[in-house]
């Protein structure tokens, strides 16, 4: 299963972009690559998901790189909401097609006033 | 449309007790996993169900089970309690297990504290 390499955590200005990478440099050609976040040990909160194409919500936007080993989170005006654990993740099968969710320890991001 | 729920919220057992945890997924939804997440750490998946049939286990020992009923709400069982099984317990349902493509709705989770 591919994992995911993130940094522990990172600041960011209120207002300002935040931008939040990733390394899955071991994604094979199917996964899919999905960002969560979860605030106060609440459910984690699906933010988008994306295969190769750049993707864009009213959330945020994801940038993958053409060769696929690395992604970027970007919330574009962030807010003191923000403020929350990002995680990183393939989509990876296992057994007999589970499609199981690998989480890494994430990016704990914090907006700053 | 209503999300995934689960219930209770919070609990507290003694170590060796046995626990029943339980979530209603998303309607619409026929996939449901069921993780694990130690404070401070990711969460860890513990299993999957679809159509009824446990469908894929991570790294958890026989005394973690579950089930799904055809409503497609599920339980998670936990026998013989240990101090290691406090943690915030995750469901999350997915209406399609064939593709990678759809991602997970996660519950807001049970918080088990074992004592």
């Known amino acids: 299963d591919a994992k995911t390499t993130q940094p522990p955590s990172m600041d960011c200005a209120e207002g300002r972009a935040a931008n939040l990478p990733c390394n899955h440099s071991?994604?094979?050609?199917?996964?899919?690559v999905y960002w969560y976040r979860q605030i106060h040990s609440q459910g984690p909160q699906y933010i988008i998901h994306?295969?190769?194409n750049n993707e864009t919500n009213e959330m945020a936007s994801l940038i993958i790189t053409e060769d696929r080993k690395s992604s970027t989170l970007i919330l574009p005006h962030a807010t003191l909401r923000d403020t929350a654990v990002y995680y990183c993740?393939?989509?990876?099968?296992?057994?007999?097609?589970?499609?199981?969710?690998?989480f890494g320890t994430g990016t704990r991001l914090k907006v700053l006033a | 449309e209503t999300g995934v729920t689960q219930s209770p919220t919070h609990l507290i057992k003694t170590r060796g007790q046995q626990v029943t945890l339980r979530c209603s997924s998303q309607?619409?939804?026929?996939?449901v996993s069921w993780y694990q997440q130690a404070l401070g750490q990711g969460p860890q998946f513990i299993f999957q169900?679809?159509?009824?049939?446990?469908?894929g286990r991570g790294n958890f020992p026989p005394r973690f089970s579950g089930l799904q009923f055809p409503n497609y709400s599920s339980e998670l069982n936990v026998n013989a309690l240990e101090l290691d099984d406090s943690a915030l317990y995750l469901c999350?349902?997915?209406?399609?297990?064939?593709?990678?493509?759809?991602?997970?709705?996660f519950g807001s989770g049970t918080r088990l504290t074992v004592v």
């Open positions: 071991t994604i094979s050609g199917n996964e899919y």
């Open positions: 994306g295969l190769k």
């Open positions: 999350a349902s997915s209406p399609n297990i064939g593709t990678a493509y759809h991602g997970y709705t």
């Open positions: 309607s619409g939804h026929n996939t």
């Open positions: 169900y679809y159509r009824e049939e446990e469908n």
């Open positions: 993740i393939v989509k990876g099968e296992g057994t007999s097609g589970t499609y199981k969710y690998i």
